[in-house]
């Protein structure tokens, strides 16, 4: 409403405005309690609406007419526009008022009909000349066209300002003037932007994909899902849309901001400086919002939606939209980190974390073959096999059971069942799967055997690294009969590194001669390596708890080397007579070497009883290696 006081020859009394004509009034308009005291001349001869309405007021009566419009585009204040053009005052038209001063117009009939150069076909052509060739008044013009909006749609003016914003976000911005960073588009040849012919220094930079997404965060909600559609519809590239709707997330649902990926796009501003927000409502929001997202898949995209979840737990929002959301994760889980999913319980559920949320992401990404592409074709990161991503979300959930291992409310069943959730083959060791229940049993000291064998039972002791082996062999937090199981295969695990080791240097000793001189210290050294070769202490290591027994382990190694040269130094002493122990040729055949024969150190048919027998000592100290070794490890 305009202030008190004379303007334009328009006077304000608390809800009435009176003319400064010098004549009595002989007609009252009302709209939306405000009464406007005018003449009917003025109005007669601009409005068919009027003009009829007078008409039949004649005919019944003859005198004062009294006017009641109801749901007039743009309420009192587009009215006086109106009755200013209708006197003959000057009107400013601006991308503020336009559309419903234009509304008004339609409303009421104000065609070349009744007066050339009416305000109808006034408006429509300063919409179309000003309005839809200017990013900035555009903006403007939507924002304002809320209180006429239906109209405004049925005028098709709405549809043209979103046409023409979807033109121009395909569009260098320079190359439609003024709106991108406020200045104009004319350009020094250094690049640096012109204004009235001096240089400001500034540059337009138009190589940013995201210099729209702040002016239209500004529009309603309704407003800004057409927008989307339209741009869609044009062509919009997913990654530039989908950036759009998170910019737009993040300024009206506060608490994404805390899960955010990164800036969706930046503060600065073309329009906004004159903007206001838009008032919403995020529950309302967050539904919409949701169907406007794409169907690919990106690592900051996956927490963006992970965040939206949160939110949209918080909020309460409808059960469908949360079904989308988990939908959506579950086909791109392998993209997400451990921080997005420790949701939080919203509910009055005792637990600390949804685990049930979690759950359904699981079985999503199980039941359902993903066919989402990534925003980038190229990407490598998102061109992986599906037995890749399977070992990656295994190894994801593994760290998520670890970390809500330790809530004391946390019941059994939840952890089998999220464990059991991806399949077998996901997991090629089970080291994270022993250290979640590992946290788990202490964090919960008064569970029975019973229940910790049933959840021992989700463990596969044979995918269990040596060193997980021995650190649950000294776990007195498990039970009997599950250490009695990981004692027998961390003995397996033994004798199959041994005989491996074994076996390698019974082969190196083919190859190479000088490879069966080394001590005892480097062969255990090797065996080490060979252990290390077979991936058993690859996952291990990453394991924080089970660093601390690596000491352990150590030691055990230490006595297993001592044992080796235990067996090495019964092979020299049962080989060969006790006096022969120290020739160097007993010990070049005992080590797979063979010594070159020189006419100083024998006589001939010694060299040729020496060429004889080579094959047959190497043999049988072979074989006697072997038994002894194999009475040694049974």
Known sequence: MAPAGKLSGFQREGDEWFCNAGLPSDIAVSIDGVTFHLHKFPLISKCGKIARANEESLNKDGKTMNMVLEEFPGGPDTFLIVAKFCYGFRVELSARNVVLVYCA?????????????????????????????????????????????????????????MNALSMMVCTDPSLFGWPMMMYGSFQSPGGSILWNGINTGARIRSSESDWWFEDI?????????????????????????????????????????????????????VASFSLTPATVDQKALLERIEKLLPEKKGRSFCQF????????????????????????????????TLDNLLIPTYSDSDTLYNTDCIDRIVHHFVSKESNLTGFSPSSTDLQESPSESLRKVAKLIDSYLAEIASDVNLKPGKIRTLAEALPQPSRSLHDGLYRALDIYFKAHPWLSDKDKEELCNIIDYQKLSIHACAHA??????????????????????????AGCLSTLDGENHETAPAACVPAIALGEMAGEIVQRDGWVTVA??????????????????????????????????????????????????????????????????????????????????????????????
Request: net charge positive; aromatic share 6%; proline share 4%.
């Open 105 to 161: 117009a339609d409303y009421l009939e104000m065609t070349d009909e009744f007066g050339e150069d009416n305000l109808l076909p006034k408006s429509e052509c300063f919409f179309h000349k000003n309005i839809l060739r200017n990013w900035k008044d555009c903006i403007l013009a939507l924002q304002n066209s809320e209180p006429a909006l239906l109209r405004a749609e049925k005028l098709h003016l709405v549809s043209k300002c």
């Open 217 to 269: 965060s500004y529009l309603s909600v309704s407003l800004f899902e057409r927008l989307i559609n339209t741009m869609r519809a044009r062509g919009i590239r997913p990654e530039n849309l989908a950036g759009a709707i998170m910019y737009y997330s993040r300024k009206y649902l506060p608490g994404l901001g805390r899960w955010r990926a990164g800036q969706g796009g930046k503060t600065r501003s």
């Open 305 to 336: 939606l992970l965040g939206l979840l949160r939110v949209a737990l918080i909020l309460n929002v409808d059960q469908a939209c949360i079904d989308s959301l988990e939908r959506r994760i579950g086909m791109q889980l392998e993209l997400a």
């Open 473 to 498: 062999s000294q776990n007195d937090r498990l039970p009997l009969r599950v250490v009695l199981q990981v004692l027998f295969f961390e003995q397996l695990h033994l004798r199959m590194a041994l």
């Open 541 to 634: 290591r990453e394991n924080q708890v089970l660093k601390v027994d690596m000491d352990k382990m150590s030691s055990r190694v230490g006595a297993l080397e001592e044992e080796f040269s235990k067996i090495k130094h019964e092979m020299k002493t049962t080989a060969k007579p006790r006096n022969s122990l120290s020739s160097p040729r007993f010990i070049s055949r005992k080590l797979g070497c063979k010594l070159i024969p020189r006419l100083s150190d024998a006589q001939p048919e010694s060299l040729n009883r020496c060429r004889s027998t080579p094959r047959a000592s190497t043999e049988k100290a072979r074989l006697s290696h072997r038994s002894r070794h194999a009475e040694s490890v049974s």
